[in-house]
């Protein structure tokens, strides 16, 4: 049986992965964040922007356009829709032939002033002296680290 139209492919996809979906959806109510759930998929909960992705590709490969995308995206999640900017993005990228709707990862910059030794320093003069401001170890440990970075030594390592 043939859907009536676009709208009801959308919908077909989404009971097919066995997911909760719609205006009408109980949790559509209570979604007061685009990052909150928006439906499961089998037994696993879905972010609402992944949940967004798989329409965009399935719409991708059925040819539509990007901007018809956003449009029947925000007719379903109001303001929880990506931005069309976002939209664009991803169907270029599934378009060239991107498969997954996850986000791939990435390396970070790894911290290099909350070391060992800045946390040994940063004990050592509090041990010292347990009246020392933020500033005075800042001061204190001169160039060799931040006050942001002794502010988060303070809070985070030593849990003071």
Same mark, same amino acid.
């Given at each position: ?37 928006? *439906? ?48 664009? *993005? ?71």
């Amino acid at each position: 049986m043939q859907p009536a139209n676009e709208h009801d492919c959308v919908t077909d996809l989404v009971r097919w992965c066995g997911g909760e979906w719609g205006p009408f959806s109980p949790r559509r109510q209570t979604l007061p964040s685009s990052q909150l759930v928006e *439906f499961k998929m089998g037994e696993r909960e879905v972010p609402i922007t992944v949940a967004q992705r798989v329409v965009i590709r399935f719409l991708t490969n059925e040819n539509v356009g990007p901007n018809e995308i956003w449009c029947r995206l925000r007719a379903q999640y109001g303001e929880s829709t990506l931005s069309k900017t976002q939209v664009k *993005f991803w169907h270029k990228e599934f378009r060239g032939g991107r498969e997954a709707v996850q986000n791939t990862g990435h390396q970070r910059r790894s911290r290099t002033s909350i070391s060992p030794e800045n946390i040994a320093a940063v004990r050592d003069l509090i041990e010292g002296n347990r009246r020392l401001t933020v500033v005075e170890i800042f001061q204190e440990l001169g160039t060799r680290i931040s006050y942001g970075s002794v502010q988060s030594i303070i809070k985070n390592e030593l849990l003071l």
